[in-house]
């Protein structure tokens, strides 16, 4: 009577985030191994030519501490996504992607606008509300952890510091509440045991035969024994004893 769960370990759920992880650590490393520097691909709000930022500017960093600030949540929430919503989790990705960029630069300053934070907000936005939303035990607790874990994120969708993108961690924070209102409904199903199907019967249970109608434990089923009987075989032998005077 093991019920199934809907969710499942596969090497993506691992391999994808440390792609992601080693990807920026490539770009970051071409920079310095070669002396130059991608910034220019960042957001640019405001100009056309900016809007590849969209794509390119979760790849770029400034320094080793951005990179290093950047990775760690980068994989765990990736993970968690692809662990725990693997149907929806490059269409929540892809999406994301491209909303978060073009909310940043339809209201960021003019500046460039790099660094893969904007992709953190928007996982952890996510997994927050869609956990919620689910009311699903598992999924639930997913949401307690990341507010206990990265709840202090929050401090920096506002213009406290200015060398950090705030516009690019809001527009990542909008645009994870805004996928898991329209994912709303894909929702993992709890796992069902056999007695909770709709076409579970009682009688035909094996381990409730195993009571009476009393509710005390048989030990060994009435059929069981008739099953013995039946395979039971029986041999009679006739033999002549000494003659007696």
Same mark, same amino acid.
């Given at each position: 009577?093991?019920?199934?769960?809907?969710?499942?370990?596969?090497?993506?759920?691992?391999?994808?985030?440390?792609?992601?992880?080693?990807?920026?650590?490539?770009?970051?490393?071409?920079?310095?191994r070669f002396g130059v520097s991608f910034n220019s691909?960042?957001?640019?709000?405001?100009?056309?030519?900016?809007?590849?930022?969209?794509?390119?500017?979760?790849?770029?960093?400034?320094?080793?501490?951005?990179?290093?600030?950047?990775?760690?949540?980068?994989?765990? #929430?990736?993970?968690?996504?692809?662990?725990?919503?693997?149907? !929806? %989790? @490059?269409?929540?990705? /892809?999406? &994301? $992607?491209? *909303?978060?960029?073009?909310?940043?630069?339809?209201?960021?300053?003019p500046s460039n606008h790099i660094g893969a934070s904007?992709?953190?907000?928007?996982?952890?936005?996510?997994?927050?509300?869609?956990?919620?939303?689910?009311?699903?035990?598992?999924?639930?607790?997913?949401?307690?952890?990341?507010?206990?874990?990265?709840?202090? #994120?929050?401090?920096?969708?506002?213009?406290?510091?200015?060398? !950090? %993108? @705030?516009?690019?961690? /809001?527009? &990542? $924070?909008? *645009?994870?509440?805004?996928?898991?209102?329209?994912?709303?409904?894909?929702?993992?199903?709890?796992?069902?045991?056999?007695?909770?199907?709709?076409?579970?019967?009682?009688?035909?249970?094996?381990?409730?035969?195993?009571?009476?109608?009393?509710?005390?434990?048989?030990?060994?089923?009435?059929?069981?024994?008739?099953?013995?009987?039946?395979?039971?075989?029986?041999?009679?032998?006739?033999?002549?004893?000494?003659?007696?005077?």
């Amino acid at each position: 009577m093991k019920a199934s769960t809907p969710f499942v370990f596969t090497t993506g759920t691992i391999g994808y985030p440390l792609l992601f992880v080693l990807l920026i650590w490539i770009v970051f490393w071409v920079e310095v191994r070669f002396g130059v520097s991608f910034n220019s691909f960042g957001v640019r709000p405001g100009e056309i030519i900016g809007l590849r930022g969209i794509i390119f500017s979760p790849f770029i960093h400034s320094d080793i501490e951005h990179l290093f600030n950047n990775t760690i949540p980068l994989f765990i #929430l990736s993970l968690a996504l692809f662990y725990f919503y693997r149907p !929806i %989790s @490059w269409k929540v990705l /892809l999406i &994301g $992607l491209i *909303s978060t960029g073009l909310l940043t630069w339809l209201i960021g300053r003019p500046s460039n606008h790099i660094g893969a934070s904007g992709i953190i907000y928007l996982l952890a936005s996510f997994l927050f509300f869609k956990g919620i939303f689910s009311k699903y035990y598992r999924l639930v607790a997913l949401s307690l952890i990341v507010v206990f874990i990265y709840g202090g #994120l929050v401090w920096y969708v506002t213009p406290i510091d200015p060398t !950090i %993108s @705030w516009e690019g961690h /809001l527009s &990542g $924070l909008l *645009s994870g509440l805004g996928l898991a209102l329209i994912f709303r409904k894909n929702i993992a199903e709890p796992p069902k045991y056999a007695w909770e199907q709709p076409d579970y019967s009682e009688e035909d249970d094996p381990f409730m035969k195993h009571f009476d109608e009393d509710g005390n434990f048989i030990e060994k089923l009435p059929e069981d024994d008739d099953e013995e009987e039946d395979e039971m075989e029986y041999r009679y032998i006739y033999k002549e004893g000494p003659e007696k005077d």
